[in-house]
């Protein structure tokens, strides 16, 4: 439980204003398409639901609601129910003293942690390979195409930087037309009249 608002600590318990509390849950590992459930258990035994939530098919869960401003003065347990993938139930709880001047008094605390490091082997179910393994194979295909394409036209584009007409062996003054038919030597052969005498046999 947080508060958009300054808490107070008198040595024991966390105090704050009900007036801008939020309670707040988040899980990982959890059951698809299961619910989450935050709620409030009075001494009576009331239960009243504060919010719920499906989990995600990636197993994650999130809450974030008000803490309802119209308790009656007394004890409640926050309580968080969740279901893992190996359909476990879960329960956390957290002591909660409403008092007369509308703030929530925490005995224990206004937050409450449960972690466990654990490797499941889960079935393959037609579920998971369109859910889990078709998306990650489809976005790792467009990575490497990307990738592919990229290095193509990067191989492409150094060819065409290094070749020799950027390097100025192609001068275009060569093949000027102008240019190269004044380079041209003319000739003129100018051959005059020959006589010649008659030939013996």
Same mark, same amino acid.
């Given at each position: 439980?947080?508060?958009?608002?300054? !808490?107070?600590?008198?040595?024991? &318990?966390?105090?704050?204003?009900?007036?801008?509390?939020?309670?707040? /849950?988040?899980? &990982?590992?959890?059951?698809?398409?299961?619910?989450?459930?935050?709620?409030?258990?009075?001494?009576?035994?009331?239960?009243?639901?504060? /919010?719920?939530?499906?989990?995600?098919?990636?197993?994650?869960?999130n809450i974030?609601?008000?803490?309802?401003? @119209?308790? *009656?003065?007394?004890?409640?347990?926050? $309580?968080?129910? *969740?279901?893992?993938?190996?359909?476990?139930?879960?329960?956390? #709880?957290?002591?909660?003293?409403? !008092?007369?001047?509308?703030?929530?008094?925490?005995?224990?605390?206004?937050?409450?942690? #449960?972690?466990?490091? %654990? +490797?499941?082997? %889960?079935?393959?179910?037609?579920?998971?390979?369109?859910?889990?393994?078709l998306p990650?194979?489809?976005?790792?295909? &467009?990575?490497?195409?990307?990738?592919?394409?990229?290095? +193509? +036209?990067?191989?492409?584009?150094?060819?065409?930087?290094?070749?020799?007409? @950027?390097?100025?062996?192609?001068? $275009?003054?060569?093949?000027?037309?102008?240019?190269?038919?004044?380079?041209?030597?003319?000739?003129?052969? !100018? #051959?005059?009249?020959?006589?010649?005498?008659? !030939?013996?046999?």
């Amino acid at each position: 439980v947080y508060s958009d608002l300054p !808490t107070e600590y008198d040595g024991v &318990s966390e105090i704050m204003p009900i007036d801008g509390a939020h309670i707040y /849950a988040s899980g &990982s590992g959890l059951e698809r398409g299961a619910t989450a459930i935050v709620s409030l258990v009075a001494e009576s035994g009331e239960v009243i639901l504060v /919010a719920d939530s499906k989990t995600e098919g990636s197993g994650f869960m999130n809450i974030d609601a008000d803490f309802p401003d @119209d308790l *009656a003065v007394g004890d409640y347990d926050l $309580t968080l129910e *969740a279901t893992d993938g190996d359909g476990t139930v879960h329960n956390l #709880q957290i002591e909660v003293t409403v !008092t007369a001047d509308a703030r929530a008094s925490f005995p224990n605390g206004a937050n409450s942690y #449960q972690s466990e490091d %654990k +490797i499941t082997l %889960k079935e393959v179910t037609v579920e998971w390979l369109f859910e889990d393994l078709l998306p990650a194979l489809l976005l790792l295909i &467009s990575v490497l195409g990307v990738l592919y394409f990229t290095i +193509i +036209i990067r191989n492409s584009k150094d060819d065409y930087d290094t070749g020799d007409y @950027d390097t100025g062996v192609y001068d $275009t003054d060569a093949f000027d037309t102008k240019g190269y038919n004044a380079n041209v030597a003319t000739q003129t052969t !100018t #051959q005059g009249p020959t006589t010649q005498g008659p !030939t013996t046999p």
